[in-house]
């Protein structure tokens, strides 16, 4: 299909014809890549080959060394993708949460149902060996600490809630968690609400609305408040 | 050298010979995970074989295959060895630690600064395909748990400090962290002083001695000793 369209696009003028080359050569290799994400989540690394992956998204072998360069880079690059993908649904997920530990059961409800963790782990565990892998996955890393901050920093700021750590620790925590939760989980087969329970139960609280609901934390807060002369209008969250 | 020593001990009366065949035993299976630890950390599960380690552990192939079946689940079980006897290296290193702070980072350093985490991240890795070995993983995670929740409480009893958490839920925390920490860094070809820092930011503060430093904090403290009705003779550490 990819070739077709190439030479399609080559009967016309240049400019365009470079244009709807890049356009379908990204097609090709989104294609590739969910197609590649799909296999070895069902199967594993070693049990799919080049040619299943070419076969299932219509496409020859020689465009995923084209694209890629081997196997291990395309499992990489579909894992990193997968969990890329799934922090951005997490956080739509948990942007109308009422309450701060809603919030958090589901940003965790939407990271932990998924396969996406469990991938990226086994991505991880291949670079270990494969060193000229690793910048794909240090890339993904700090993209995920990086958009998990924002985004729970945003949160925080727009709820008028009060985070008990900073913002960067919270999102580097999450997905430490989450990673080594998933890691054992799945060593132990257990079921993902298994994993669900045992993440919140490490992550503790992450932070609290307004006005906490214990004398003893509301004292504090009123002390803080002095010192920040904050606007009293957050009562209410 | 195993076949020999068996020889001889049924020479002599039948009680001390299945005595003396145990005991031989013994040593074999522990020289067999001694030196499959050692080759396995070094090369990968995929590098070395069967062979290599009844080699050099100077042992027979089938004695590998008798005590262990196979050699995925040799590396598994000399994961989980290792692993344990690291846990229980560390609790010793932080016996003598004059603070909480100096605590966890002596229980931290003596666990991160090792490879012990980093090969049993690669054997739970495994076991994901491989649900047979599944038991091996969960009684060593348990043991982990147990072991470090009860040397966890004892010290925070013996010393009169005032853990932030319950002490199942510190040690789980620590491990899952621990995990998490290694596989990503790992990934990354992080430093081990780089592994310690990160899974010290993400640990935060575990335990207070006897009386906090913040007066806020030290007014719910009293608080919590008019109820509790405690001593007031752990005011120095």
């Not at 060394?65 to 081997?70: A, D, G, L």
């Not at 993708?81 to 942007?95: F, G, K, S, T, Y």
């Not at 329970?197 to 006005?211: C, I």
């Amino acid at each position: 299909m990819a070739p077709e369209s190439v030479r399609n696009a080559l009967k016309s003028d240049p400019k365009h014809a470079v244009r709807a080359t890049r356009t379908a050569g990204q097609r090709t290799r989104s294609r590739l890549l969910d197609e590649a994400s799909r296999l070895f989540k069902d199967q594993g690394l070693n049990a799919v080959s080049i040619a299943d992956i070419a076969a299932a998204a219509d496409a020859f072998p020689s465009q995923i060394t084209y694209y890629f360069r081997t196997k291990e880079a395309l499992f990489v690059e579909a894992a990193c993708r997968d969990v890329l993908h799934v922090a951005r649904m997490a956080e739509d997920a948990a942007h109308s949460a009422p309450a701060p530990d809603d919030y958090t059961r589901a940003l965790v409800d939407s990271v932990m149902r998924t396969d996406a963790v469990g991938f990226f782990v086994e991505a991880m565990t291949l670079t270990r060996r494969r060193p000229d892998l690793a910048p794909l996955i240090e890339r993904t890393v700090e993209r995920l600490h990086l958009e998990g901050s924002r985004a729970y920093a945003g949160e925080m700021q727009t709820r008028g809630w009060r985070s008990r750590r900073d913002p960067a620790t919270s999102a580097r925590k999450f997905w430490t968690i989450a990673v080594g939760v998933t890691l054992e989980g799945h060593a132990m087969g257990r079921s993902s609400d298994d994993l669900v329970a045992e993440m919140l139960r490490l992550l503790e609280t992450q932070a609290d609305a307004g006005v906490p609901s214990r004398t003893s934390l509301r004292l504090i807060d009123r002390d803080d408040r002095l010192t920040k002369s904050e606007p009293d209008s957050e009562d209410t969250p």
